[in-house]
T-cell receptor, first 113, second 113 residues
Framework: DVKVTQSSRYLVKRTGEKVFLECVQD?????MFWYRQDPGLGLRLIYF???????EKGDIPEGYSVSREKKERFSLILESASTNQTSMYLC????????????FGPGTRLTVT | DQQVKQNSPSLSVQEGRISILNCDYT??????FLWYKKYPAEGPTFLIS?????DKNEDGRFTVFLNKSAKHLSLHIVPSQPGDSAVYFC????????????FGTGTRLTIIP
């Protein structure tokens, strides 16, 4: 079974703090993704990576950056957290040959106060 | 601009009856469509998919129908079971091998025993 784990289930941070969200997958997948889920807006892609050290912007990259130094790990960074970044953050991974099927982690509920 | 839309935020269906979830898209270049299911406190899981060259794909109790001319797809669940209560997201992909998925806003399905 593919397993995607996220470092925290719940996180509370203050405005202006630097926030790191970590994601690890154990199936040697090439592709990794960060989404945020908000009521009425569904899942929106923030960034994705198709290889180590490679990244591409998704639909809403503003205010975020990412890092992929190892194949199994993909980090989302909020350089200076703001209240409008309060959301559920979901990490996913996929095999390039089956890129339509993404495997998701359980999510991190981030609250910025 | 929401390229994939699910106009019904919620749906309630009696156990044993058919559940029909709908999804509309605006980008005629989408080539592959998927449905994901999400339980509370869990990440979405892949349910069923359909290529644009087909108009129907069936997997057990789940059938997805695609009407390309109307840019519309639907997910039929029959018979509906209590365990089907979840949020359902449709997603679209530009072409197989393009890693990026565009998700809809989600429909919360409640099966009434």
């Amino acid at each position: 079974d593919v397993k995607v784990t996220q470092s925290s289930r719940y996180l509370v941070k203050r405005t202006g703090e630097k926030v790191f969200l970590e994601c690890v997958q154990d199936m040697d997948h090439e592709n990794m993704f960060w989404y945020r889920q908000d009521p009425g807006l569904g899942l929106r892609l923030i960034y994705f990576s198709y290889d180590v050290k490679m990244k591409e912007k998704g639909d809403i990259p503003e205010g975020y950056s990412v890092s992929r130094e190892k194949k199994e790990r993909f980090s989302l960074i909020l350089e200076s957290a703001s209240t409008n970044q309060t959301s559920m953050y979901l990490c996913a991974s996929s095999l390039t040959s089956h890129s339509y099927e993404q495997y998701f982690g359980p999510g991190t509920r981030l609250t910025v106060t | 601009d929401q390229q994939v839309k699910q106009n019904s935020p919620s749906l309630s269906v009696q156990e044993g009856r058919i559940s029909i979830l709908n999804c509309d898209y605006t980008n005629s270049m989408f080539d592959y469509f998927l449905w994901y299911k999400k339980y509370p406190a869990e990440g979405p899981t892949f349910l069923i998919s359909i290529s644009s060259i087909k108009d129907k794909n069936e997997d057990g109790r789940f059938t997805v129908f695609l009407n390309k001319s109307a840019k519309h797809l639907s997910l039929h669940i029959v018979p509906s079971q209590p365990g089907d209560s979840a949020v359902y997201f449709c997603a679209a992909q530009l072409d197989f091998g393009n890693e990026k998925l565009t998700f809809g806003t989600g429909t919360r399905l409640t099966i009434i025993p």
